[in-house]
């Protein structure tokens, strides 16, 4: 394998030459129809982009603030930077005031690129704390309903536009100094620096390198098939690590980014005007597809509504045993591959044609919804639940679990293509190791628990100004440590159990992963959200958020009058519903422990909020919810 370094816009350059007529992105227009730009004028808007920051001061080593959601305008503004040897410092639009404004501090950014006005105003009150800021570049112009706030005069304040405008006017001045300036680039030149969502307190500012980045983009070739002409859609914050390599394995690969929602209709709507092969995304998104699914069927009923349940069956009991055909199933104790073989080959015939017949009764027209040339999705930022890999698996749309951390930026592993393995998140990529440790730093056998390490090209460069806590996580032999709990199959797998510091520890000394237990209260179509509680405790509890939708809808069959929400959570009646659910979901029958049960719960009626007690990527902020959520606890374990 050849292991040539580049920098990103090196890459870009290299590949607009390769593929001339490749197309780079689709992005809709003001009527809404996608509008294609080839891989010649992506470099190009980069020059264009690149010369307008020249124009405003900007150059090697500024640290810019990129505040925005996916679109067209985000990687030209982040190509702009990397041509120039800058950095950006991203985040989404969900980004509380004060954690902008630590972060902007932190980095002394002498600009920032806001998406629109909206959050340019959650920084004005803090503009004291800012005193390098002196420039804002808003991507959507301010208009009559939205205008711009009144800044110090020392601020200047341009419309992304204009930029593209002034860089358009001073491009032939300028073009020798950017192609000079990309010349110099090395790999390990700082790209960005994304500061961790804060899930447990104060966000650290994680730096990424070109090579960061690229090394997965030109090492996951023999885990997925990708190809020039391919088509990703784009429905992630761009900001999140794990949407932001996607970017660049297409630029890497000659494909193309078409950008979209996370909103079903539009997704779905997409999907149809431009026939993707990939999509990555959260499980959340899965799960959400999934769920409509069930619902449109669900509410068709009859003969429908049964055939599809029927079906599913089907096909999951069909993939199960066509696993075990394959040999793809996690092997952490050594055994018979013949015997597997053997015992599974006659159901495997049995449920052969009744597969068939589903696929072509109901699987067919699911499949034909994601645009007819889709050829697998990327499900990573979390653990995929099994509920919703069953399901996508049965129905025959190929769902590849990836796993990685922004301190990895990010991926270390994910399902090879051609022989995905369900239960695990894949061997690590080309050129990445992996090891399990225990609690002494013993590296574990297969099929034992410990703590997962990991050394490649994709390790971060470190913490922004933080010298003492990436010691803490990265040893002098360059390893690590990632904090998940995992096992090692005997083909090299790995298989996620949980968070190191999320263990939940009983008095009685059990130990218990709150991450499962939690990813099958949320299989049930009532329950929302839900955290595990118990540390130090005789017993478990849960904080339970119902789905109001599907709760109300039980309610009115019921009798019960949805209108008051905070009364129907609070019903005898839901309460009982719950608990059914609870009980049913975390029994042993499911492979639960005693201590793993539920003793207690408490319904929380106001649904998780993105910024609140969510992360950017959905994961529960467990320091906040205990501290908003303290004196409901405390009375759960009274």
């Given at each position: 394998?050849?292991?040539?370094?580049?920098?990103?816009?090196?890459?870009?350059?290299?590949?607009?030459?390769?593929w001339?007529?490749?197309?780079?992105?689709?992005?809709?227009?003001?009527?809404?129809?996608?509008?294609?730009?080839?891989?010649p004028?992506?470099?190009?808007?980069?020059?264009?982009?690149?010369?307008?920051?020249?124009?405003?001061?900007?150059?090697?080593?500024?640290?810019?603030?990129?505040?925005?959601?996916?679109?067209?305008?985000?990687l030209?503004?982040?190509?702009?930077?990397?041509?120039?040897?800058?950095?950006?410092?991203?985040?989404g639009?969900?980004?509380?005031?004060?954690?902008?404004?630590?972060?902007?501090?932190?980095?002394?950014?002498?600009?920032?690129?806001?998406?629109?006005?909206?959050?340019?105003?959650?920084?004005?009150?803090?503009?004291?704390?800012?005193?390098?800021?002196?420039?804002?570049?808003?991507?959507?112009?301010?208009?009559?309903?939205?205008?711009?706030?009144?800044?110090?005069?020392?601020?200047?304040?341009?419309?992304?536009?204009?930029?593209?405008?002034?860089?358009?006017?001073?491009?032939?001045?300028?073009?020798?100094?950017?192609?000079?300036?990309?010349?110099?680039?090395?790999?390990?030149?700082?790209?960005?620096?994304i500061?961790?969502?804060?899930?447990?307190?104060?966000?650290?500012?994680?730096?990424?390198?070109?090579?960061?980045?690229?090394?997965?983009?030109?090492?996951?070739?023999?885990?997925?098939?990708?190809?020039?002409?391919?088509?990703?859609?784009?429905?992630?914050?761009?900001?999140?690590?794990?949407?932001?390599?996607?970017?660049?394995?297409?630029i890497?690969?000659?494909?193309?980014?078409?950008?979209?929602?996370?909103?079903?209709?539009?997704?779905?709507?997409d999907?149809?005007?431009?026939?993707?092969?990939?999509?990555?995304?959260?499980?959340?998104?899965?799960?959400?597809?999934?769920?409509?699914?069930?619902?449109?069927?669900?509410?068709?009923?009859?003969?429908?509504?049964?055939?599809?349940?029927?079906?599913?069956?089907?096909?999951?009991?069909?993939?199960?045993?066509e696993?075990?055909?394959?040999?793809?199933?996690?092997?952490?104790?050594?055994?018979?591959?013949?015997?597997?073989?053997?015992?599974?080959?006659?159901?495997?015939?049995?449920?052969?044609?009744?597969?068939?017949?589903?696929?072509?009764?109901v699987?067919?027209?699911?499949?034909?919804?994601?645009?007819?040339?889709f050829?697998?999705?990327?499900?990573?930022?979390?653990?995929?639940?099994?509920?919703?890999?069953?399901?996508?698996?049965?129905?025959?749309?190929?769902?590849?679990?990836?796993?990685?951390?922004?301190?990895?930026?990010?991926?270390?592993?994910?399902?090879?293509q051609?022989?995905?393995?369900?239960?695990?998140?894949?061997?690590?990529?080309?050129?990445?190791?992996?090891?399990?440790?225990?609690?002494?730093?013993?590296?574990?056998?297969?099929?034992e628990?410990?703590?997962?390490?990991?050394?490649?090209?994709?390790?971060?460069?470190?913490?922004?100004?933080?010298?003492?806590?990436?010691?803490?996580?990265?040893?002098?032999?360059?390893?690590?440590?990632t904090?998940?709990?995992?096992?090692?199959?005997?083909?090299?797998?790995?298989?996620?159990?949980?968070?190191?510091?999320?263990?939940?520890?009983?008095?009685?000394?059990?130990n218990?992963?709150?991450?499962?237990?939690?990813?099958?209260?949320?299989?049930?179509?009532y329950?929302?959200?839900?955290?595990?509680?118990?540390?130090?405790?005789?017993?478990?509890?849960?904080?339970?958020?119902?789905?109001?939708?599907?709760?109300?809808?039980?309610?009115?069959?019921?009798?019960l009058?949805?209108?008051?929400?905070e009364?129907v959570?609070?019903?005898?009646?839901?309460?009982?519903?719950?608990?059914?659910?609870?009980?049913?979901?975390?029994?042993?029958?499911?492979?639960?422990?005693?201590?793993?049960?539920?003793?207690?719960f408490?319904?929380?009626?106001?649904?998780?909020?993105?910024?609140?007690?969510?992360?950017?990527?959905?994961?529960i902020?467990r320091?906040?919810?205990?501290?908003?959520?303290?004196?409901?606890?405390?009375?759960?374990?009274?």
């Amino acid at each position: 394998m050849n292991k040539e370094r580049y920098s990103i816009p090196q890459l870009l350059q290299k590949n607009a030459q390769r593929w001339p007529q490749a197309m780079a992105q689709y992005a809709k227009d003001t009527q809404g129809e996608f509008q294609p730009t080839s891989y010649p004028q992506l470099v190009e808007e980069m020059y264009t982009v690149a010369a307008g920051y020249l124009e405003l001061g900007l150059g090697k080593g500024s640290l810019v603030g990129l505040i925005s959601e996916n679109r067209k305008e985000w990687l030209l503004a982040d190509l702009g930077l990397l041509a120039l040897g800058a950095a950006d410092v991203p985040r989404g639009c969900d980004t509380m005031p004060q954690e902008m404004v630590f972060i902007l501090k932190t980095v002394e950014a002498p600009a920032a690129i806001f998406e629109n006005t909206a959050q340019l105003k959650k920084i004005v009150p803090h503009l004291s704390e800012l005193p390098k800021l002196k420039t804002v570049i808003l991507l959507d112009p301010p208009d009559d309903k939205d205008k711009a706030p009144e800044l110090p005069k020392e601020i200047k304040t341009y419309n992304f536009h204009e930029v593209v405008d002034l860089g358009s006017k001073t491009l032939e001045k300028h073009r020798k100094a950017i192609e000079t300036s990309i010349a110099e680039l090395t790999p390990d030149d700082l790209a960005t620096i994304i500061f961790t969502s804060g899930t447990t307190g104060e966000p650290k500012g994680v730096m990424i390198s070109h090579w960061n980045f690229l090394s997965q983009a030109l090492y996951i070739d023999n885990k997925i098939g990708i190809k020039p002409g391919d088509i990703w859609l784009c429905v992630l914050p761009v900001w999140h690590s794990f949407e932001r390599v996607m970017q660049y394995i297409s630029i890497a690969n000659g494909t193309a980014l078409a950008y979209s929602k996370p909103i079903g209709r539009i997704m779905l709507a997409d999907f149809q005007a431009v026939r993707p092969t990939w999509m990555a995304s959260v499980p959340r998104i899965w799960e959400s597809l999934r769920a409509g699914i069930y619902s449109k069927l669900q509410s068709q009923g009859g003969a429908s509504w049964a055939l599809f349940r029927f079906f599913v069956s089907v096909g999951k009991a069909y993939k199960k045993q066509e696993s075990k055909l394959k040999g793809l199933f996690p092997t952490f104790n050594k055994r018979s591959r013949v015997l597997d073989f053997l015992t599974a080959l006659i159901p495997w015939l049995l449920l052969l044609p009744l597969h068939a017949l589903g696929t072509a009764l109901v699987f067919k027209k699911i499949r034909a919804r994601l645009g007819g040339r889709f050829v697998a999705g990327i499900s990573g930022g979390g653990a995929l639940p099994p509920y919703v890999d069953d399901f996508f698996s049965a129905a025959g749309i190929l769902l590849l679990e990836g796993y990685g951390l922004t301190e990895s930026s990010p991926v270390i592993s994910v399902r090879t293509q051609w022989a995905p393995v369900a239960g695990t998140i894949g061997s690590p990529l080309r050129y990445t190791f992996a090891q399990v440790r225990s609690e002494d730093g013993r590296v574990l056998p297969p099929g034992e628990l410990g703590v997962l390490y990991v050394k490649g090209d994709q390790v971060m460069m470190g913490y922004y100004k933080r010298p003492d806590l990436t010691k803490q996580v990265i040893g002098e032999d360059g390893w690590l440590n990632t904090g998940d709990l995992a096992m090692m199959t005997h083909r090299g797998e790995i298989a996620i159990r949980g968070r190191a510091k999320d263990t939940i520890v009983l008095m009685g000394g059990e130990n218990i992963e709150p991450s499962p237990i939690e990813a099958r209260l949320k299989a049930s179509p009532y329950i929302d959200n839900a955290v595990l509680l118990g540390q130090d405790q005789k017993f478990l509890g849960a904080l339970i958020v119902p789905d109001q939708e599907a709760v109300c809808a039980y309610a009115k069959e019921n009798g019960l009058d949805c209108s008051d929400w905070e009364s129907v959570c609070e019903s005898p009646e839901i309460n009982s519903l719950l608990r059914s659910e609870i009980n049913d979901a975390i029994s042993s029958k499911n492979g639960f422990r005693t201590w793993e049960q539920i003793s207690r719960f408490a319904v929380i009626p106001k649904a998780f909020e993105v910024g609140k007690e969510l992360s950017g990527k959905q994961d529960i902020k467990r320091h906040v919810i205990t501290d908003q959520y303290k004196d409901v606890i405390d009375r759960l374990f009274k």
